[in-house]
């Protein structure tokens, strides 16, 4: 039980980490390598306030989401759409995108440290909180009650409302969906920055439990791009379960066989899973 | 130009670059180390990536791979270094065939993220290992090695991974590369064992990537897994051969030295800020030269021509 | 880029910083430094290293800056970027000998970048006082690099510290012999578990949990778990600063029962102090200070006072003691010349904040404190090498 229940939890954290990152490269295309740095952005935020101001991160987080998605709906519109509009094929698009976000990354990196180079390290929540027979820090808990709360909403507004079929549309095929009058352009832009607003206020609930700092955001980006993969590009429940099962069997194997060996395992579930799935596990053939 | 007078041309600059050396001071020559590192990984990994557009995240991991596998010969095992340097690329190109056969249904970005994976296994398991049942001291390579000894010995390596090159655009397998660069389709349907040249290719790619990493393990005397195995080596090596251009031979050695001599200024003209400002200059690049640097001499050499 | 513009960029080089406004009258006398300003490591060298330098500056030149030559000549400080990558660091370390030609340079931050940076201070003559670097190769190393001194301990010399604090909680009856030791999978901790398996054992330990977890481990939770059903006396974790603070957390959330808890580096951050408060009272952790000299005492306002925040209690006085070091030989000899600047300090002795420091006959100071307790908001040396003026530890008294 132990098990299950600590996993789930660090399940909900890579939620957190993969959403967003799953809608900017499943919708928008682009592969962004500075979703980490958004991510740590969120969590500075939070870090900042709480120290200066004595802030919840939990109120915080309503002041970062939309600041992020403003900022990466100007990201976007700025700096990705020109390539977008350049890129003759999907391929070229991936290769500028990779060069583009990775100039990005490490720009927000030299915003961050210039910002504060010392670790951002609080204590929020830090207290037990006994349940189904075992003991799990209440803060961890809280990420993953908000992570199961914005990945329910996103699925349930991804299909059951109009807008949120448009944005499948443009997700399944961007020529398709322009043909039948959907504003490719801007429904990306809107995917991209929502994506961005959940990144950053994964951030801002993970700094609770994890020591973070300025460069630290590549560790998140990896493993974001590697639950997206595992789950299939463009599907939402891909990502949350794939998010999931990573947890499950880091946390199984960190308890059971050898915490040494905990992110041997997940990056060997994640390799077995392509091998057998080469689109990941909800992925949709060519994407 | 007569082939003879190309030969000596290509003899002399070779000479010129050999002679290096004696002609420049320790700061020119550690740039010029990295330039030549730099080329060796880029261009092998280009001669795999370049025709399949297979972006390959790995480079580390086989980099790794050479570096801590003479650090732990030498260390915990007391072997000398030249017999490790021998033995880590041949294990490395065993380890990526293995992985090319593995990877062969992949596609796309989901070939890329495997690559990624991969690397990150690698280094988590090599940790893991080093953390059980070797490493009850640190990994030190101390040799009397200099700059200049890993400086020839990389000027080796890189010329032939030019050589190399060279030989496969002339042989049959290099046209059946450009064949399946084109169109895989057809490459198949004319009869080109597709897999078995992809394999092949990304074996070559480990294989250079390993001893590179072991050449140069001596420059650092003290070799952390967690260092060596760098995933930001495999994201460089990358956007240096694409910014150079894939498609020619000499394309990513046309990207490696502006871009570290690019990385050079602005380290040296920024100290507080270098991070940011690299980003910049990237964000520059993109826009301004979509097409590689060949790609751009291509288009300047179409403009002057009458 | 062409090559005139790359020459010209590479003559505007080295947009170096001084701290303090510098009298102009005299050429300033130039040390190079390569910081790791991002990266793995820059969190740790923004609490330990750079203050230290801005203090250092700041001093030396409010006096009018080093005697040399029968005047003052102010310091200045060459700073370079490496992104806590040991290429990028060699790199750098050229730069400053080479192109800028500084006059000295001062330690790098990690036992890996010291190292990789030993040959080239070696071969361009410069003294490098090695401070944030703990190896157990120092005679080997020292042997190669004669102007190389350290002055932090060795990784042995900084588990027997361990050894000896468990010890005396033993023999106090507070703690009897299971031990819970886990540590990072990294070169740094993986060769510190190794030598404790052996010290431990040879204390009479018994070790009932000893484990790894990699770099960048998101959650420790299995781990505290792990350790807890164990049920051990005492509890070790050679880690490093974001994995302390984990560890502590989760120590707390569990309610791990010892008596001893250990955690290495960033134990003796002031950030450490500030996130828990109470909770950490008798933690036990990687340094420590004897905070109730008079120097001491005076480095520590000073620190407060120059950069607006308190220095840690470990390598941090250690890392200024460096620089007056530095300070005291190119003042003792009185020239700039960097051999007889390294002769200067093998013979002789250095009044420095953490007291005198004398190299032996392999350039190693045998004087440090090694293990810190934290009690009543300072964390206080309770083993060192040398020093002789550490407490003796106490239990720790639950998490409240």
């Not at chain 2, 009869?191 to 420059?219: H, Q, S, W, Y």
């Not at chain 2, 060596?228 to 090596?237: C, H, Y």
Request: charged fraction near 15%; hydrophobic fraction near 50%.
């Amino acid at each position: 039980m132990d098990v299950v229940i600590s996993g789930l939890l660090l399940g909900g954290a890579y939620a957190l980490v993969a959403m967003g990152l799953n809608l900017q490269y499943g919708v928008a295309r682009i592969m962004n390598l500075a979703n980490g740095e958004i991510l740590i952005l969120g969590g500075l935020a939070a870090f900042w306030a709480f120290v200066s101001f004595g802030l919840s991160p939990l109120l915080t987080l309503v002041i970062v989401a939309p600041l992020a998605f403003i900022g990466s709906w100007a990201m976007y519109r700025l700096l990705l759409r020109p390539l977008v509009r350049r890129a003759k094929s999907r391929g070229q698009l991936e290769v500028d995108s990779i060069l583009a976000t990775f100039g990005i990354s490490f720009f927000l990196v030299g915003v961050m440290v210039s910002l504060r180079a010392e670790y951002f390290t609080y204590s929020f929540l830090a207290t037990p909180v006994h349940m189904l027979g075992t003991t799990v820090a209440a803060n961890r808990l809280v990420a993953a009650l908000i992570a199961a709360a914005i990945g329910g909403a996103l699925y349930v507004w991804l299909n059951r409302s109009r807008p949120g079929m448009a944005v499948r549309a443009v997700a399944v095929s961007p020529e398709a969906a322009g043909l039948v009058g959907i504003d490719v352009d801007r429904i990306s832009a809107f995917a991209f920055a929502l994506g961005g607003a959940v990144t950053a206020l994964g951030g801002c609930l993970i700094s609770t439990f994890v020591t973070l700092d300025a460069s630290s955001g590549v560790i998140f980006t990896m493993k974001a791009l590697i639950i997206v993969i595992m789950g299939g590009v463009g599907d939402i429940r891909g990502a949350i379960i794939a998010a999931l099962i990573l947890g499950l069997v880091e946390t199984a194997v960190a308890t059971i066989i050898d915490p040494g060996l905990t992110l041997v395992a997940a990056y060997a579930i994640f390799l077995a899973v392509l091998l057998f799935r080469p689109q990941g596990l909800f992925g949709q053939g060519n994407a | 130009m007569p082939d003879i007078l190309r030969g000596g041309t290509i003899l002399l600059a070779l000479l010129a670059v050999a002679a290096l050396p004696f002609l420049v001071d320790g700061y020119w020559l550690s740039i010029a180390v990295t330039i030549m590192m730099y080329t060796a990984l880029a261009t092998s990994w280009a001669l795999f990536s370049g025709p399949t557009h297979y972006i390959a995240l790995s480079t580390g991991a086989f980099y790794g791979i050479g570096g801590y596998l003479v650090a732990t010969g030498m260390s915990d095992f007391g072997t000398s270094i030249w017999t490790m340097m021998a033995i880590a690329p041949f294990l490395a190109a065993l380890l990526a065939g293995a992985i090319g056969i593995a990877t062969l249904r992949l596609s796309g970005v989901y070939f890329v993220i495997f690559t990624l994976g991969l690397a990150e296994m690698i280094r988590n398991l090599v940790s893991w290992v080093q953390n059980n049942f070797l490493g009850s001291k640190g990994l030190y390579v101390l040799t009397e090695l200099e700059e200049r000894h890993i400086y020839w010995m990389l000027l080796a390596v890189t010329l032939a991974v030019f050589l190399f090159g060279w030989r496969l655009g002339r042989s049959r397998m290099g046209f059946a590369l450009r064949i399946l660069g084109n169109d895989e389709e057809v490459a198949r349907h004319v009869g080109i064992d597709t897999a078995r040249t992809k394999v092949l290719l990304f074996m070559t790619t480990g294989f250079f990537a390993a001893l590179v990493g072991a050449i140069v393990a001596p420059r650092y005397y003290y070799i952390e897994p967690n260092v060596v195995f760098s995933p930001e080596l495999s994201f460089l090596v990358v956007i240096m051969a694409l910014l150079g251009g894939t498609r020619r031979l000499y394309g990513p050695l046309l990207g490696v030295i502006p871009f570290t001599l690019l990385w050079e200024v602005v380290s040296a003209s920024f100290p507080s800020a270098t991070t940011m400002v690299l980003g910049l200059a990237f964000l520059l690049i993109v826009y301004l030269i979509p097409d590689g640097v060949t790609g751009l001499i291509e288009k300047l050499g179409k403009r002057s021509a009458p | 880029m062409n090559r005139r513009n790359f020459a010209i960029a590479s003559a505007a080089v080295a947009l170096s910083f001084a701290f303090a406004e510098a009298p102009q009258a005299q050429e300033p006398i130039k040390f190079g430094m390569v910081a790791h300003l991002s990266g793995p490591l820059a969190g740790g060298e923004a609490v330990t290293h750079l203050p230290n330098v801005q203090l250092w500056v700041e001093e030396v030149n409010g006096r009018g800056g080093l005697m040399v030559d029968g005047k003052r000549r102010p310091v200045e400080i060459v700073q370079y970027d490496d992104k806590t990558n040991p290429a990028e660091h060699i790199k750098a370390v050229q730069r400053l000998a080479s192109q800028d030609e500084v006059d000295f340079m001062i330690a790098p931050y990690g036992t890996g970048f010291n190292i990789a940076a030993a040959p080239i201070y070696a071969r361009y003559k410069y003294p490098l006082v090695a401070v944030t670097a703990i190896t157990d190769e120092i005679h080997e190393l020292t042997a190669k690099f004669p102007n190389m001194f350290f002055t932090l301990g060795s990784t042995s010399g900084f588990v027997e510290g361990v050894t000896n604090t468990l010890k005396t909680l033993q023999s106090k009856g507070v703690i009897g012999d299971k031990v819970a030791m886990v540590n990072v999978a990294d070169a740094f901790g993986i060769e510190l578990a190794g030598v404790a398996r052996e010290k431990f054992k040879e204390a009479g330990f018994n070790i009932v949990y000893d484990k790894s977890y990699p770099l960048g481990t998101p959650d420790l939770s299995p781990v505290m778990k792990g350790a807890k059903a164990a049920a051990p006396d005492a509890f070790v974790a050679w880690s490093y600063p974001p994995d302390s603070f984990a560890l502590t957390e989760q120590a707390i959330i569990e309610d791990l029962d010892v008596k001893a808890f250990y955690t290495a580096v960033a134990t003796a951050f002031p950030a450490y102090g500030g996130k828990f408060g109470n909770a950490i009272e008798g933690n036990l952790g990687a340094g420590g200070v004897n905070p109730n000299t008079d120097a001491m005492k005076a480095y520590r306002k000073r620190h407060q006072d120059v950069t607006g925040k308190a220095p840690d209690y470990w390598a941090s006085a250690t890392y200024y003691s460096a620089l007056q070091v530095l300070e005291q030989a190119i003042e003792g000899v009185g020239k700039v010349d960097r051999e007889a600047v390294t002769q200067h300090i093998k013979t002789n002795a250095f009044e420095t904040v953490i007291g005198t420091i004398r190299f032996d006959k392999h350039n190693n100071s045998e004087r440090y404190w090694s293990v810190g307790q934290w009690r009543g908001g300072q964390f206080v040396a309770v083993a060192d090498t040398g020093m002789g003026d550490s407490v003796a530890p106490v239990a720790k008294k639950g998490w409240k």
